[in-house]
């Protein structure tokens, strides 16, 4: 199975801050099939961007994401206060696994 | 407008099974593949497996063959996740969630508190 490394565990910021989120894949990801999840406690996670830098209808263009191969990163540009979050990255073009989370606080 | 909505929080003691339903609605149901993920406290979310509704297809992550069974009945919009011989390391947040032709999650049902206790 791919692994998806999520760095740094927890990123410690202010709004109107950007925050920059990276996901490492340990064997590169076919056609990018990279995404990026926000989630919130008590709640399932909502997807923000897909294919390594698409986003679905409905998502702020403050959230952004990047990469190919096996880097990949996920930028907020302006931290909103309901921004503060967990956020995974997600493969699903071998399988399917997640990151282990890159949590957001102020 | 699309829904996945589960069955309510169960406890089990280990050694036992616990089935989730997944009922869908809003949209054709065996047009879309269903996805089980389940989230252990404080982990990170864990992929099961994932059944064609349509046909009834199924695969399931190696970690998990052999305890757990998806099913499907198409004449309810139901979507089931059986998993055998639970121990303690089973307590988890199970989700049942709807996969877009792009192959990415964007519909995810409640999810389902499974306890696992002796």
């Known amino acids: 199975d791919i692994v998806l490394t999520q760095s740094p565990g927890t990123l410690s910021l202010s709004p109107g801050e950007r925050a920059t989120l990276s996901c490492r894949a340990s064997?590169?990801?076919?056609?990018?099939?990279l995404a990026w999840y926000q989630q919130k406690p008590g709640q399932a996670p909502r997807l923000l961007i897909y294919a390594a830098s698409s986003r679905p209808t409905g998502i702020p263009d403050r959230f952004s994401g990047r990469g190919s191969g096996t880097d990949f990163t996920l930028t907020i540009s302006r931290l909103e206060p309901e921004d503060f979050a967990v956020y995974f990255c997600?493969?699903?073009?071998?399988?399917?696994?997640f990151g282990g989370g890159t949590k957001v606080d102020i | 407008q699309v829904q996945l909505v589960q069955s309510g929080a169960d406890v089990k003691k280990p050694g036992a099974s616990v089935k989730v339903s997944c009922k869908a609605s809003?949209?054709?149901?065996?047009?879309?593949?269903i996805h089980w993920v389940r989230q252990a406290p404080g982990q990170r979310l864990e992929w099961m497996g994932r059944?064609?509704?349509?046909?009834?297809?199924?695969v399931y992550a190696q970690k998990f063959q052999g305890r757990v069974t998806m099913t499907s009945d198409t004449s309810i919009n139901t979507a089931y996740m059986d998993l055998s011989r639970l121990t303690l390391d089973d307590t988890a947040v199970y989700y049942c969630?709807?996969?877009?032709?792009?192959?990415?999650?964007?519909?995810w049902g409640q999810g389902t508190l499974v306890t696992v206790s002796s």
């Open positions: 809003g949209y054709t149901f065996t047009g879309y593949y």
């Open positions: 997600q493969q699903y073009g071998n399988s399917v696994t």
């Open positions: 969630a709807r996969v877009e032709d792009s192959g990415v999650v964007l519909h």
């Open positions: 059944i064609n509704p349509n046909r009834g297809g199924t």
């Open positions: 064997q590169s990801i076919s056609a990018g099939y």
